[in-house]
């Protein structure tokens, strides 16, 4: 495999979710394991287990995708100690023109956030560190002013309010309510265009779910689809999705609704309960009309 690139980041800029996307952080799974089980994904393969090296050469072809896509893939330094580094969505995001360093919820993942401040100073990005207010990146949804941020075992009302006192009224946050044992908002809900958005209706009320139909077209996800993490794509701009094949419903839909869907098998990796939005920290997207 070519090497990751070197060229230092121009910019922060993430408004939205679907977007052309420049600029992404990842981390090689090198050290996956499921050591403490923290999610009901995790709970089914706690016996089975993850093959490293097949979890790698995944790892290794989602990044090839991305970058014949154009874009620009920066690595994160591994550790044997965190072993869910690969899911870089949720030790930072972006709103608008501001990187966020989140507080992690869960004991196992404590100190990824280090990792990442390290690297942005090296890199001499400036950052804001969310201190004592649980949130995670996961949660984090942007659609050019509003924000969507889930509140779950992950992410408390103070961080959420928080961010609302920093961002002032630049953008408009609003919390979503969902099932808990979901996990994050990104695995049960996703934007992948101005006007169209994944859901799976059985994890939020139907309150929250009338709301976001008056803004979307809402592709339901399956309850089997869900467990694969079905509405955890990947929009890479110029309706372009990174899809795992193994979600047929939901890449018929999609490619039904006119968007390109390129597959690419993660399920190595989905074992731990990410799949390609985990996987991503968007730094730079370039605005578009699409």
């Not at 994904?41 to 089975?48: A, D, G, I, L």
């Not at 030790?91 to 990824?112: H, P, Q």
């Not at 390129?262 to 309960?273: L, M, P, Y």
Request: hydrophobic share 35%.
């Amino acid at each position: 495999m070519e090497p990751y690139e070197t060229i230092p980041p121009q910019k922060i800029h993430c408004y939205t979710e679907y977007d052309v996307l420049k600029k992404v952080i990842v981390c090689q799974p090198q050290y996956m394991t499921i050591r403490d089980v923290i999610n009901e994904t995790q709970k089914h393969f706690k016996n089975e287990g993850i093959h490293i090296e097949k979890a790698l050469e995944q790892h290794n072809q989602f990044v090839d995708t991305l970058r014949q896509n154009h874009v620009e893939v920066y690595l994160l330094p591994y550790h044997r100690k965190y072993p869910e580094q690969v899911f870089t969505r949720d030790i930072g995001f972006v709103l608008g023109e501001t990187i966020f360093v989140a507080d992690m919820a869960s004991k196992v993942r404590n100190g990824e956030e280090e990792v990442l401040k390290r690297w942005l100073e090296d890199e001499e990005i400036s950052y804001y560190n969310i201190i004592g207010h649980q949130i995670e990146g996961g949660d984090v949804i942007i659609d050019r002013d509003r924000i969507y941020i889930g509140l779950s075992d992950r992410t408390k009302k103070e961080a959420i309010e928080q961010i609302q006192k920093l961002l002032n009224k630049q953008f408009e946050i609003i919390p979503v309510h969902f099932h808990e044992k979901y996990l994050h908002l990104d695995c049960v809900f996703n934007i992948v265009s101005p006007d169209v958005a994944l859901i799976f209706p059985g994890a939020l009320d139907q309150e929250h779910i009338g709301k976001l139909k008056e803004r979307y077209e809402l592709i339901e996800v399956t309850e089997e689809e869900q467990f694969t993490l079905g509405t955890n794509v990947l929009s890479i701009g110029n309706r372009k999705i990174i899809s795992l094949p193994v979600n047929k419903k939901v890449n018929e839909a999609l490619r039904n609704h006119g968007f390109e869907v390129i597959e690419v098998d993660i399920t190595e990796i989905i074992k731990s309960g990410g799949s390609f939005r985990c996987c991503t920290l968007p730094i730079e997207r370039e605005s578009t009309k699409n």
